[in-house]
């Protein structure tokens, strides 16, 4: 296997942040990932480690905050395009009667 | 008995209770440490292990919304960041269990400074946190307290909540607390009345209390005159639940006597566990989204377990289940197209689907097998041309035509279109859909040019702008020429702001959120048609 990087960002639309449930689901998909992953709330860091859900809620990162992932390993690209994933479908919390029909 | 007081706080939980004041003890249980380094890694190791094992059979028993909470404590029991830090402490001489409430208190002291959301957060770790104290010091799991107790604390536990009997009923008074934390959510659904922030009077004295959790108000060793008070404010409350409850399962009609149907929106089947089938008149709603969030596109048995399920659950109910509506604001990776530079005029809805006919065909055969199991109808979303429905129309006739050959029980539900797109709104009779569904909150957006996630816009993607009404109106007067059903499943569906307007338009089908059901039967109720 081949290790290579990978980076992306995503704006956290999520209403109150990054917040427990969020935060759990966001650090589960990480873990499922071999890659090390990392995310910070600014471009210039810090950067902590996106599997660690302590570290990922420290961060407290409000609604409006764009998140960056960087990953370095052999499904790196893969672990950040499932994570910007991830926080685009609002960590997958359905809304009842969402704006979405 | 002690004089009474009255004591304000902030509402969390909204409800009246009475009952006996229980203050559980904090555990502050000593520990005799071993002085040994290897054996205190040792000792909370096995007791973050332990901590792991109650959450976990809690979970089983919470319910989906206490068993998400706890599964966020778990998985901070679990990284090791945590765990790091503590053995860091008991390598350099310090006893386990200080060792573990300073790495926890660690990251209490960093959530203080955060929002209000952040600093609820305090209560799972102090609860985890104590949870992991209680093992190390062999005094977990003390005697719950007694049904239809008022807790009174200074904050509580979401374990402490969940592993409580709230079936007798009984109320939380909290010192401190929020009413964004887990435990208020919980109690909110729960139906138990609470207040926080009370501050620390409400500690030291009081062996009974009243608590108005839509107040935020508690008066501990309420006099006869309170009581009083309480039982006839609480014999009121009664009435009004039973009127709701009496009504919520009558059908909706106006007070000129004309029936509405109201049905219910659904986006995810997990919502049905709570929805007695009575209330409503069917499903107007089903959004197939929620099968493609577990990543991955679902495979066609899957996908017949999830539909019938809801037709089960309607009990002979009509239930509409839309075709995936991907694209747009709810991009599913590996299916939708990427970089479109505006993905709402892009390839979304029944446009995707026929782009990718594979997992449409599969849509398709799914909704055809579980529509055997009762009044199953098809609803395809963002049609623009009748072309759109001719192929959507062919391709499912295929697809039973297919299923018969096979041997494979299968019914050909009625195909129906969402009418979101003004160009189907404006010239709906050339479908020659079997039923219609106005998709207020697209067609809004669209006829008024006004994105409904840009904030600067918002003001602009009103629905009841006359040009909205008025296409409502028509796609209703379409549909009636045609001797077709016309429903409406937006938002604006279950605001009492625009709900007789609707009905003036001429709409006798509405589907709203479920819990928004009661609001809208009794606002039809309010309406006069001049029938």
Same mark, same amino acid.
């Given at each position: ?6 980076? $992306? ?7 109150? /942040? ?10 589960? !998909?990480?873990? %499922? ?5 990392? !995310?910070?709330?600014?471009?210039? /860091? ?24 960087? %990953? %370095? $390993?052999?499904?790196?690209?893969? %672990? ?5 994933g !991830?926080?685009e ?13 | ?5 009255? +004591? ?33 890694? =040792? ?81 799972? +770790? ?6 992991? +104290? ?30 409580? =009997? ?89 007070? =000129? ?67 995936l509506d991907a694209g747009g604001d709810k991009p599913i990776p590996g299916l939708t197209v990427e970089g479109e530079s505006n993905p709402f005029l892009g390839t979304r809805g029944i446009r995707l689907s026929l782009a990718r006919p594979?997992p ?22 963002m ?149």
């Open positions: 296997m081949t290790d290579t990087s990978a980076s $992306g960002s995503v704006l956290l639309t999520h209403e109150v /942040g990054l917040h427990a449930r969020p935060s759990v689901k966001l650090t589960k !998909l990480a873990k %499922a990932h071999a890659a090390r992953i990392e !995310l910070a709330a600014s471009e210039a /860091g810090p950067w902590i480690d996106a599997k660690s859900i302590v570290k990922v809620m420290a961060t407290k990162a409000p609604k409006g905050t764009v998140l960056h992932f960087r %990953a %370095a $390993g052999p499904d790196a690209a893969a %672990a950040v395009e499932a994570l910007i !991830l926080v479908r609002d960590f997958d919390e359905a809304v009842p009667n969402a704006a979405s029909v | 008995m002690p004089p009474p007081s009255d +004591l304000a706080g902030r509402p969390a939980a909204p409800g009246l209770a009475i009952g006996p004041v229980v203050r559980p003890a904090a555990p502050v249980a000593a520990r005799r440490s071993s002085d040994d380094p290897m054996q205190e890694t =040792d000792d909370l190791l096995t007791a973050i292990e332990m901590a792991i094992a109650d959450l976990t059979a809690l979970a089983v028993i919470a319910g989906d919304e206490g068993a998400a909470i706890l599964e966020f404590q778990v998985a901070m029991l679990e990284d090791e960041a945590l765990r790091e830090f503590a053995i860091t402490s008991i390598t350099a001489g310090s006893a386990a269990d200080a060792a573990w409430r300073q790495a926890v208190d660690v990251q209490i002291a960093g959530y203080e400074e955060g929002e209000e959301y952040f600093q609820a957060r305090i209560a799972d +770790l102090v609860d985890l946190r104590d949870r992991v +104290l209680g093992h190390l010091a062999g005094t977990a799991g003390d005697a719950p307290p007694l049904p239809g107790a008022v807790l009174v604390a200074e904050d509580l536990t979401p374990s402490r909540f969940l592993a409580t =009997d709230w079936s007798a009923g009984g109320a939380i008074a909290l010192a401190a607390g929020s009413p964004t934390s887990h435990v208020a959510m919980l109690a909110r659904s729960r139906g138990v009345p609470m207040v926080v922030g009370l501050g620390p009077a409400i500690l030291d004295r009081g062996t009974e209390a009243i608590v108005d959790g839509s107040a935020g108000t508690v008066c501990l060793d309420p006099p006869a005159a309170a009581k009083d008070e309480f039982r006839r404010r609480q014999a009121a409350a009664e009435a009004m639940d039973r009127v709701v409850e009496a009504t919520i399962r009558e059908p909706a009609v106006t007070r =000129d006597g004309v029936p509405v149907a109201v049905l219910i929106n659904l986006a995810d089947p997990a919502e049905l566990d709570r929805i007695d089938p009575a209330i409503c008149d069917g499903v107007g709603l089903v959004r197939t989204e929620f099968l493609f969030h577990g990543g991955g596109l679902p495979d066609e048995e899957r996908q017949v377990a999830a539909y019938t399920r809801i037709v089960a659950w309607a009990h002979g109910r009509p239930v509409t289940i839309r075709t594979g449409f065909r599969i849509q398709l055969r799914a909704l055809a097998r579980a529509a055997v199991h009762g009044p199953l109808k098809i609803m395809v979303p049609v623009t041309v009748p072309a759109e429905m001719d192929a959507a129309r062919q391709m499912l006739d295929e697809a039973v035509a297919e299923l018969a050959a096979a041997g494979i029980p299968a019914r050909r539900p009625p195909l129906g279109m969402m009418v979101e797109v003004p160009a189907a709104a404006l010239a709906v009779d050339r479908f020659g859909a079997d039923f219609l569904s106005i998709g207020s909150n697209d067609l809004t957006q669209y006829v008024t040019a006004a994105a409904r996630d840009t904030g600067a816009v918002a003001d602009l993607a009103d629905p009841g702008n006359p040009a909205v009404l008025r296409l409502i109106a028509e796609v209703a007067a379409a549909g009636a020429r045609q001797g077709i059903e016309v429903s409406l499943c937006g938002d604006m569906a279950g605001d009492p702001a625009f709900v007789p307007a609707l009905l003036q338009a001429g709409l006798r089908s509405l589907s709203v959120a479920p819990a928004a059901i009661a609001r809208t039967k009794a606002t039809v109720a309010a309406v006069d048609l001049g029938a």
